[in-house]
């Protein structure tokens, strides 16, 4: 029996066309790119001495890492508050909360950091409205700053610190914090002592996510920031433009792509178990003064034992500031989602303004602007490029992504999670380092400069969404339907089609959302890999905020922040039809 005839009998095999356009893609140039950085086959680590050499290149690389960890430590003191405060009210409002959070993530990077070039330019909304009120006399230097970089790049990164902080919160028993009160601990002492210890698998997942994505910022930092907040991807894809140095472009990717794998290595390891060592009290030392100051600790504890119980018992029934501290908590919770989604409404807002520049508020209303988009050739043939891209990659990537998924949650637990993390690479690994991996695949098959090019390379990231959010289905699928349905003579096929593909439908639609919009909005390796003989709506977007910015791009902004709002809505209405046919998938299967 042949290879393909064994693998297509296992369920690993149905992951086979996934890997496969992985490890052409990205993988195997992959590699090479690191042999390249070797100076392959010397083998040397000449690149990296002359790399470290240079004082700019050092100044760049370790400007990027505190970048990153300022965005980092600024997403977690916002996010953390805000996903308890989410965590913690009725199931109906933190369903619209999250709805609120999701909404912005889906919307075009490209939309949200264009919108803050009109919100922090000298004529944006800060400025002008500081000029109403007379506060200022002239505009404020609010952009092409390191600031304005923070700005930009937390509000991008916020929804994805937020989301991992929401579902580990969700899921702890808060009559653990309820045992703690009652026992007379105060709320602040439960909270650290029992929840915060509970909610730090969150806090790791949402920084190490947001950290290592930061590291591969590009549109961003150069849209919003000055000649001297320039990170090490910008520093990469001026070398790709310029000289195109492989051995030189290899290094600094690679280099990029170590801290990222460094952090990966010490972070993206599961700590479930420092949770229980978190609430065990630490064990005595041998040390004698350690010893004493233990003993003292342990006395001053028993004294106040029965003081802090009276206080608490006092306090229990006693009225507080309750009104007072929710009014707070909303108001901080309303603040963050202003936060989030203040650039989108500023884009529509501006997308009707009948100025001949950007100002804002607008000194009229007309639509001369959306006529401006559909009138220009080069508008809109670039945005029917993206949409035949888009289109491409969604089917390409919901059919192999959903097949992979289906696959992998029918193997060993080891093996699957081993296979995921590789299908993953492609969108936890800074973008950049993806994009030239992905250029010199292409280049070997002569696909640079091709709508199939750009595809195959939109697809690494889109296979990825469609596995993560199918496999999130299947999780909670109960496989005793399928099971009881082919006990009933249905084959698999039929099986599949009758039982499983309509409990499974709104993870597909969820995959397919995320991998059109992930295609839609991509700059960075669609820059690398068209060679300038494609240029897709995200591509004159980019050319359009960096050279003239045109007011068409507001109505095309706007329109693109419409996108994932009727794309939630698809979803919905496909997940509400799907649950009466989930009732009678089973009979169907038998009849």
Same mark, same amino acid.
């Given at each position: 029996?042949?290879?393909?005839?064994?693998?297509?009998?296992?369920?690993? !095999?149905?992951?086979?066309?996934?890997?496969?356009?992985?490890?052409?893609?990205?993988?195997?140039?992959?590699?090479?790119?690191?042999?390249?950085?070797?100076?392959?086959?010397?083998?040397?680590?000449?690149?990296? =001495?002359?790399?470290?050499?240079?004082?700019?290149?050092?100044?760049?690389?370790?400007?990027?890492? =505190?970048?990153?960890?300022?965005?980092?430590?600024?997403?977690?003191?916002?996010?953390?508050?805000?996903?308890?405060?989410?965590?913690?009210?009725?199931?109906?409002?933190?369903?619209?909360?999250?709805?609120?959070?999701?909404?912005?993530?889906?919307?075009? #990077? #490209?939309?949200?950091?264009?919108?803050?070039?009109?919100?922090?330019?000298?004529?944006?909304?800060?400025?002008?409205?500081?000029?109403?009120?007379?506060?200022?006399?002239?505009?404020?230097?609010?952009?092409?700053?390191?600031?304005?970089?923070?700005?930009?790049?937390?509000?991008?990164?916020?929804?994805?610190?937020?989301?991992?902080?929401?579902?580990?919160?969700?899921?702890?028993?808060?009559?653990?914090?309820?045992?703690?009160?009652?026992?007379?601990?105060?709320?602040?002492?439960?909270?650290?002592?029992?929840?915060?210890?509970?909610s730090l698998p969150g806090v790791r997942s949402g920084s190490l996510l947001v950290f290592v994505l930061c590291l591969g910022f590009y549109i961003t930092p150069a849209?919003?920031?000055?000649?001297?907040?320039?990170?090490?991807?910008?520093?990469?894809?001026?070398?790709?433009?310029?000289?195109?140095?492989?051995?030189?472009?290899?290094?600094?990717?690679?280099?990029?792509?170590?801290?990222?794998?460094?952090?990966?290595?010490?972070? !993206?390891?599961?700590?479930?178990?420092?949770?229980?060592?978190?609430?065990?009290?630490?064990?005595?030392?041998?040390?004698?003064?350690?010893?004493?100051? *233990?003993?003292?600790?342990?006395?001053?504890? =028993?004294?106040?034992?029965?003081?802090?119980?009276?206080?608490?018992?006092?306090?229990?029934?006693?009225?507080?500031?309750?009104?007072?501290?929710?009014?707070?908590?909303?108001?901080?919770?309303?603040?963050?989602?202003?936060?989030?989604?203040?650039? *989108?409404?500023?884009?529509?807002?501006?997308?009707?303004?009948?100025? =001949?520049?950007?100002?804002?508020?607008?000194?009229?209303?007309?639509?001369?602007?959306?006529?401006?988009?559909?009138?220009?050739?080069?508008?809109?043939?670039?945005?029917?490029?993206?949409?035949?891209?888009?289109?491409?990659?969604?089917?390409?990537?919901?059919?192999?992504?959903?097949?992979?998924?289906? !696959?992998?949650?029918?193997?060993?637990?080891? #093996?699957?999670?081993?296979?995921?993390? #590789?299908?993953?690479?492609?969108?936890?690994?800074?973008?950049?380092?993806?994009?030239?991996?992905?250029?010199?695949?292409?280049?070997?098959?002569?696909?640079?400069?091709?709508?199939?090019?750009?595809?195959?390379?939109? *697809?690494?990231?889109?296979?990825?969404?469609?596995?993560?959010?199918?496999?999130?289905?299947?999780?909670?699928?109960?496989?005793?339907?399928?099971?009881?349905?082919?006990?009933?003579?249905?084959?698999?096929?039929?099986?599949?089609?009758?039982?499983?593909?309509?409990?499974?439908?709104?993870?597909?639609?969820?995959?397919?959302?995320?991998?059109?919009?992930?295609?839609?909005?991509?700059?960075?390796?669609?820059?690398?890999?068209?060679?300038?003989?494609?240029?897709?709506?995200?591509?004159?977007?980019?050319?359009?905020?960096?050279?003239?910015?045109?007011?068409?791009?507001?109505?095309?902004?706007?329109?693109?922040?419409?996108?994932?709002?009727?794309?939630?809505?698809?979803?919905?209405?496909?997940?509400?039809?799907?649950?009466?046919?989930?009732?009678?998938?089973?009979?169907?299967?038998?009849?």
């Open positions: 029996m042949s290879i393909p005839q064994k693998l297509s009998l296992k369920p690993v !095999g149905l992951a086979v066309p996934a890997f496969a356009i992985l490890l052409a893609v990205f993988g195997i140039p992959m590699i090479r790119l690191f042999l390249t950085s070797l100076d392959a086959p010397a083998f040397s680590l000449a690149n990296y =001495e002359a790399f470290f050499r240079q004082g700019a290149n050092v100044r760049v690389l370790f400007q990027t890492i =505190e970048v990153s960890l300022v965005v980092t430590a600024i997403c977690v003191i916002i996010g953390y508050p805000t996903a308890y405060l989410m965590a913690s009210a009725p199931k109906n409002l933190r369903t619209a909360l999250i709805v609120l959070v999701v909404i912005p993530y889906l919307t075009s #990077l #490209l939309v949200r950091t264009y919108a803050w070039i009109v919100i922090l330019g000298d004529r944006g909304m800060v400025n002008n409205v500081l000029l109403e009120l007379g506060l200022i006399s002239s505009p404020l230097p609010l952009i092409y700053n390191r600031m304005a970089v923070y700005v930009g790049m937390v509000q991008i990164m916020l929804p994805l610190m937020i989301l991992p902080l929401v579902t580990v919160m969700v899921s702890i028993d808060r009559s653990l914090v309820a045992a703690a009160r009652s026992m007379g601990a105060q709320p602040s002492a439960a909270f650290w002592r029992v929840f915060f210890p509970l849209a919003l920031g000055g000649l001297r907040d320039a990170m090490l991807s910008t520093f990469i894809a001026a070398q790709v433009e310029t000289s195109f140095n492989m051995a030189r472009t290899a290094t600094s990717a690679f280099i990029l792509l170590g801290i990222a794998a460094v952090m990966l290595a010490i972070f !993206g390891l599961d700590l479930a178990g420092t949770q229980g060592r978190a609430v065990r009290p630490m064990p005595e030392s041998s040390w004698k003064p350690v010893r004493l100051l *233990s003993a003292i600790k342990r006395f001053s504890n =028993e004294l106040a034992a029965s003081y802090r119980a009276k206080r608490w018992n006092a306090k229990l029934y006693q009225a507080s500031n309750i009104r007072r501290r929710t009014i707070a908590r909303a108001v901080f919770v309303v603040s963050v989602m202003l936060f989030l989604l203040l650039p *989108s409404v500023v884009v529509v807002i501006m997308s009707f303004s009948a100025g =001949e520049f950007l100002t804002f508020p607008p000194p009229g209303i007309s639509l001369k602007w959306y006529r401006s988009f559909f009138d220009d050739p080069s508008w809109t043939g670039a945005a029917l490029t993206s949409v035949e891209i888009g289109v491409a990659v969604t089917i390409l990537s919901t059919i192999v992504g959903t097949l992979a998924a289906y !696959g992998l949650n029918r193997t060993s637990p080891k #093996l699957r999670s081993i296979l995921t993390l #590789l299908l993953l690479a492609p969108i936890t690994l800074p973008s950049i380092v993806v994009g030239i991996s992905a250029y010199l695949g292409l280049l070997s098959f002569g696909l640079i400069g091709t709508k199939t090019g750009i595809a195959l390379t939109h *697809s690494l990231g889109a296979i990825a969404y469609v596995v993560v959010i199918v496999s999130a289905t299947l999780a909670s699928f109960d496989r005793r339907l399928e099971q009881a349905a082919m006990s009933m003579r249905a084959g698999p096929l039929q099986t599949f089609k009758r039982v499983t593909l309509p409990l499974i439908r709104p993870g597909i639609m969820g995959g397919a959302l995320f991998a059109f919009l992930h295609s839609f909005d991509e700059v960075v390796k669609t820059s690398l890999v068209s060679g300038l003989s494609i240029r897709t709506l995200p591509l004159k977007m980019w050319e359009n905020i960096r050279h003239e910015i045109d007011p068409t791009i507001a109505a095309v902004a706007s329109l693109l922040v419409l996108l994932p709002v009727l794309w939630l809505a698809a979803i919905y209405v496909t997940w509400w039809r799907s649950r009466p046919s989930a009732e009678h998938a089973l009979p169907d299967a038998a009849a």
